[in-house]
Every structure is written in structure tokens, then in C-alpha cells.
């Protein structure tokens, strides 16, 4: 079922040209990682006082499940190794080729993180970068890039280690985290 879903998504590359040059600029390792990257730095700044601290707090938390989706992710692809679909099927390839494990997906965990630590501030916002890291996941299985379980894995493993990290930042080390803004006051970056 993995397999065919590939196969009817990347079915359609090379058929309708403006959707695949949709594809490659949504694909790109840019896309995603700067747009959520811009949101949490929208997010740094935004407001005053208790709520500009809570924000701040967020991102912290944000880039905290960014660090442990991404240091699952690496466990796992340096533990079990799963070829890209673009090596085991025939495919319209529209990305690069990437030579590590397809399994879980890097990026999906990247995006997945960032909307998380989006979402758990605001609601609206975090749905729409939920709607961005979705397209994004979907735009790596029509390229030939994962397969769908390696999305979803990599979804879950992003959300996983945003809740995580939020937890840990809001509950468990709101203290420190309170003392890293001041810090960061002083020298003028909070």
C-alpha cells in the first residue's frame, strides 16, 4: 500500500508542468524549514510584556523539539536503513537524490515540530503550519522523495519531541528558561 500510494502520487509529476514546479519550490529544503523558521521568529517578538515572555518561552520550547525530533530521527535512520522510493520503484524523480534512510522522514519531523510549538501558543496559526507541513509531506512522496509511512513516522516523532520539549520548558525548567530572557535581554536579543 506504501509502494502504490507513491506510485499514483508521482504518477502525476511530469503530466501537469505548473503543478510540478508547484511541487519543486514546496520540495525544496528551503521551503519549509525558512517559513517555520519566520513564524518562530515573528512569534520572538511578538507582543509585550507577560505575553511577549510566554511567546518567548514558546520558541524556546520550539527549538527544543526541533533538537530532539531531529536526534530521534537521526537514532532511528542510523539504526534501520529504508531506500528511497526513487531507488526501489520507477519513478519521475523531481528532487535530488538523497542517499541517507527514507525512514523516518527528517523533514516531516522538522515541520511537524515547528507547528507544534506554533500551535500549543496559537491555535489558528499552528493549524495553518500543520496545513503547510502536511503539504510539505505530501510534496516529498509526489516527488519521489519518502514514502508515506515515512511522513507520518516523521509527523509523529516532530509532534512528539515538541510536546516534549514544551513540557519540559514550561513546567519543568520555567526558571531557567525565565533567566535565559533576561539574559538574552541584556544583551538585547528578547
Not at 21 to 50: E, H, R, T
Not at 51 to 59: D, G, S
Not at 70 to 79: D, P
Not at 167 to 181: D, E
Amino acid at each position: 500500500m506504501d509502494a502504490g500510494l507513491v506510485e499514483w502520487l508521482n504518477g502525476w509529476a511530469g503530466k501537469i508542468n505548473w503543478l510540478d514546479n508547484i511541487v519543486l519550490a514546496i520540495v525544496s529544503d528551503y521551503f519549509f524549514p525558512v517559513a517555520g523558521s519566520l513564524f518562530l521568529f515573528g512569534l520572538w517578538f511578538y507582543g509585550s510584556g507577560i505575553e511577549r515572555i510566554t511567546n518567548q518561552l514558546n520558541v524556546i520550547a520550539g527549538v527544543m523539539g526541533i533538537g530532539f525530533a531531529n536526534l530521534i530521527t537521526q537514532i532511528i535512520n542510523h539504526s534501520i536503513y529504508r531506500p528511497r522510493p526513487f531507488v526501489e520503484l520507477d519513478l519521475i524523480l523531481l528532487f535530488y537524490r538523497p542517499t541517507d534512510s527514507s525512514f523516518p522522514s527528517n523533514t516531516a519531523a522538522l515541520g511537524f515540530a515547528i507547528a507544534t510549538a506554533i500551535f500549543f501558543r496559537f491555535r489558528r496559526l499552528g493549524c495553518f503550519a500543520y496545513l503547510l507541513a502536511i503539504i510539505y509531506g505530501l510534496a516529498r512522496i509526489y516527488s519521489g522523495v519518502h514514502y508515506p509511512t515515512d511522513i507520518i513516522a516523521g509527523s509523529a516523532i516532530g509532534v512528539a519531541g515538541a510536546a516534549s520539549a514544551y513540557f519540559v520548558t514550561t513546567r519543568v525548567l520555567k526558571p531557567l528558561g525565565l533567566r535565559l530572557l533576561g539574559l538574552g535581554r541584556y544583551v538585547f536579543l528578547a
